[in-house]
C-alpha cells in the first residue's frame, strides 16, 4: 500500500514572465517571454508526492471559473484525490505573478482568491486525520493552518511558506517544521542567518517545535533536533527555475515519511527531487517522478 498523504494548502494559476533581472521599485523592464502553469504551494506539494508514488488527498479550494477546473484536472490526472477541493461561487481561483532572471532565480506576487477563504470547515476532515502525514503551507488563512495541524493524527508537517507569525501552541504540534533561511529568521524575529552556526542557533530558538529542517537552496538542508545537526550535502545541477524546488522537497519529504524511512534519508530523497525540480521551468511541470529520483542519485554516485 502506497504512502498516504495529505497536503492542505494552496491552489494558484502561474503566470511567468522571464527577465534579464529582477525590477527595482517604480522601475519598468521588458520581459523576454511569458507562460502559464499550474501552482499553488499546496498543490505542488501534492504533485510532487504523488509523482513519487504516494496515495495523495489535497484539501483546499478554487473559484468557479475555467481555470480553476483545469487546475484540479491536472492534479487528478497526476493522481491526486481532490475530493476534498471546494470550488467557491463568485470567487476567482489564486493566481501567482513570477519574475523570473537569467540565473533562475524568482520573485513571486500572489494573489490569494480562493485560497483565502479555505475554512476551519474544510480541513477538519476524515482523509486529513486519517493520513500518516499531514503537509500544510500558509497560503491558507491562519486558522485554516492552526485547524489543519491540530485535527491531524498523523506526522505534520508545516512548510511556514509564505514567512509569518505561527501561534505557539500550533509550533508545538508540530513534527517536522521546514522552513527556508528567511522563513526562519522571520519566525525567530531574527535577520537571516549568514553562517550554518546561526542557522542551528536561530532554530534551536523556536518554542517546542519538534524536528526543524532547514532548506539551504544551493547548500543543501540542514536537521536541527536541539543539539544534534546534521547537514545533507546539495546536488549540483544546471538551474532553469527555482520556483519548484521547495515545494519538490517538501513533498518528497512528506512522501519518505509517510513510507517509513528515517529524517537523514527522507530529506537526501528532498534534497534530490528539490534539486531536478529546479533543472526545468514551471512549478509543477518540473517535479520529478520516482524515476527520475532513482537515475538521478545513481549518476551522482
Excluded: Y
Amino acid at each position: 500500500m502506497s504512502a498516504r498523504i495529505a497536503v492542505v494548502g494552496s491552489i494558484n494559476h502561474d503566470i511567468v514572465v522571464r527577465v534579464p533581472r529582477h525590477p527595482l521599485p517604480g522601475e519598468t523592464i521588458m520581459g523576454s517571454g511569458h507562460f502559464t502553469a499550474p501552482g499553488g504551494k499546496g498543490a505542488n506539494q501534492a504533485v510532487a508526492a504523488a509523482r513519487l508514488g504516494a496515495t495523495v488527498t489535497m484539501v483546499g479550494a478554487v473559484g468557479d471559473d475555467s481555470v480553476g477546473a483545469e487546475l484540479v484536472a491536472g492534479m487528478i490526472a497526476d493522481g491526486v484525490d481532490c475530493s476534498r477541493v471546494r470550488i467557491v461561487d463568485g470567487v476567482g481561483t489564486g493566481i501567482a505573478l513570477i519574475t523570473l532572471d537569467d540565473k533562475g532565480e524568482n520573485s513571486i506576487v500572489v494573489s490569494p482568491g480562493a485560497n483565502g477563504v479555505v475554512s476551519v470547515e474544510d480541513v477538519i476532515a476524515d482523509e486529513v486525520a486519517a493520513a500518516a502525514v499531514v503537509l500544510v503551507q500558509q497560503e491558507i488563512p491562519t486558522e485554516a493552518v492552526a485547524a489543519a495541524v491540530m485535527h491531524a493524527r498523523g506526522t505534520v508537517i508545516l512548510n511556514p511558506a509564505p514567512a509569518r507569525e505561527v501561534h505557539p501552541d500550533v509550533l508545538a504540534r508540530v513534527d517536522v517544521l521546514v522552513p527556508n533561511r528567511s522563513e526562519l529568521a522571520a519566525l525567530t524575529n531574527s535577520s537571516e542567518a549568514e553562517s550554518l552556526d546561526e542557522v542551528a542557533s536561530q532554530a534551536n530558538l523556536l518554542p517546542g517545535t519538534g524536528l526543524v529542517v532547514v532548506t539551504l537552496g544551493g547548500d543543501g538542508a540542514m536537521i536541527i533536533d536541539g543539539d544534534d545537526v546534521t547537514i545533507v550535502e546539495p546536488a549540483s545541477v544546471d538551474v532553469v527555475d527555482t520556483t519548484a524546488a521547495g515545494d519538490a522537497f517538501c513533498g518528497a519529504l512528506a512522501f519518505g515519511l509517510a513510507s517509513g524511512w528515517d529524517i537523514p534519508r527522507a530529506v537526501r530523497w528532498g534534497t534530490l527531487a528539490g534539486a531536478l525540480a529546479t533543472t526545468q521551468a514551471g512549478a509543477q511541470p518540473s517535479l520529478p517522478t520516482s524515476d527520475a529520483v532513482v537515475r538521478f542519485a545513481a549518476s551522482m554516485q
